[in-house]
């Protein structure tokens, strides 16, 4: 019974990734199915960046530790540890780690991040 009512989530589903960052997925589509929302830790790593992107979800981020970047309609916007930022679905942004250290962080989607709606400017 208790199993319908709760879900602790203790192997979470490692993305493979290409530039370095760890994303582990505890709730969403790769890790449990949840299209309604995704729930990851992940680390970047010193020197990290993403292609600018128009994601069709709300983003929230919550920095544990380190800096992160994110160039939101041109402004720089720089978050620390304790720190946290909405960005509102539909949004053209950047995400990046310029700095020496890696940056941890907590990200949550709304609805759930998917690649197909993350629409990305690759270079």
Known sequence: ???????????????????????LEHFGRASDGNSDISIAHMIAPAGWSEPFQTPEFDEYTFV???KKQFIIDGETIVLEAGQSIKVAKNTRLQYSNPFTEPCEYIAICR???????????DD
């Open 1 to 23: 019974m208790k199993a319908e009512k709760y879900h602790i989530q203790d192997n979470p589903f490692r993305v493979p990734t290409t530039d370095g960052k760890t994303i």
């Open 111 to 121: 609805p759930a991040f998917s690649m197909e709606s993350v629409n990305r400017e």
């Open 64 to 66: 544990i530790r380190g």
